[in-house]
């Protein structure tokens, strides 16, 4: 009687952990996922403005700005 119920408390410690972990694995990809829009938003905005910025520039004799 006392090995099944180890045996039961060491299952249901076992499966805690595991649902755990998989919790801790979808909040770490949600916060990679936003991190990388993010990244992806800041770089397409600043190409943007980059962009902008050398078409307001005048160039010189040489194509040196």
Same mark, same amino acid.
């Given at each position: #009687?006392?090995?099944?119920? =180890?045996? @039961?408390k #060491? *299952?249901?410690?076992?499966?805690? +952990?595991?649902? *755990?972990?998989?919790?801790?694995?979808?909040?770490? @990809? +949600?916060? #990679? !996922?936003?991190?990388?829009?993010? =990244?992806? *938003?800041?770089?397409?905005?600043?190409?943007?403005?980059? !962009?902008?910025? !050398?078409?307001? @520039?005048? *160039?010189?004799? !040489?194509?040196?700005?």
């Amino acid at each position: #009687m006392a090995d099944n119920y =180890l045996e @039961k408390k #060491m *299952e249901a410690l076992q499966a805690r +952990k595991a649902k *755990e972990q998989r919790a801790r694995q979808i909040a770490w @990809k +949600k916060r #990679m !996922d936003a991190y990388r829009k993010k =990244l992806q *938003e800041q770089s397409v905005s600043g190409a943007a403005a980059a !962009d902008a910025g !050398d078409a307001t @520039k005048p *160039e010189g004799i !040489d194509g040196q700005v």
